[in-house]
Structures are given as C-alpha cells and as structure tokens.
C-alpha cells in the first residue's frame, strides 16, 4: 500500500460520535509533548496546569453532548450521574481557576 493510498483510507473513514474526543485527547497529549520538550523553561507550571485543566474541562463538556447524541440515537433512557459528574467537574474547574489566580498574583508580588 503506498502513501496516497493510505491517506484516501485515512481520510475516507466515517467520524463516529466519539471520534471527536480523541482527536481532542490526541491534540492534549500532543500539547502535553510539546510543552515537556521545548516549552518547560518558557511557561510557568501553573499557567500550563491552567490551560491544560481548561482543556480537560472542554473534552468533558463535549463527552457529556456526545453521550446524549447516542442516548438519543439508540433510544435508551440516559442517567443523571453523568450530568452530575460535569457539574463537579466544572466547579472543581472554577475552584482550579481561583487557586491559580492567586498563586500568579503572589508570584507576581514577589
């Protein structure tokens, strides 16, 4: 199989419902590679565990759309634990985001 062929399958395959979040999980392990690599001495810690926590609060909210869209599809009853989860998930978030707001504002004074 040469490489033209192998792109055409590559790119000629059905996105799924969940096909989404691993491309997002793959973009955070690939970020996460980047900033081990070259980054480390360039962005403070906590400006990364930032963003990257943000990023993991964006791959939950878009599996918690995700698991609707097949609960409707395939007619099933869904749960509310998993609701539950992303509203715990958003509050430790916004708890994240306070936390990190005042370990750059003492870092800043100092």
Do not use: R
Request: net charge neutral; charged share 15%.
């Amino acid at each position: 199989m040469d490489t033209q062929q192998w792109l055409d399958s590559f790119v000629n395959k059905p996105f799924t419902e969940l096909t989404l979040i691993f491309v997002l999980l793959l973009v955070l392990m690939i970020i996460n590679f980047v900033y081990i690599t070259f980054l480390k001495e360039k962005i403070s810690l906590v400006k990364y565990l930032a963003f990257n926590s943000s990023f993991i609060m964006l791959i939950c909210v878009v599996l918690l759309f995700k698991t609707g869209v097949i609960i409707d599809k395939f007619a099933m009853s869904g749960e509310g634990i998993d609701t539950d989860l992303v509203i715990g998930a958003i509050i430790v978030f916004c708890m994240q985001i306070i936390f990190f707001k005042k370990i750059t504002n003492k870092t800043n004074n100092s």
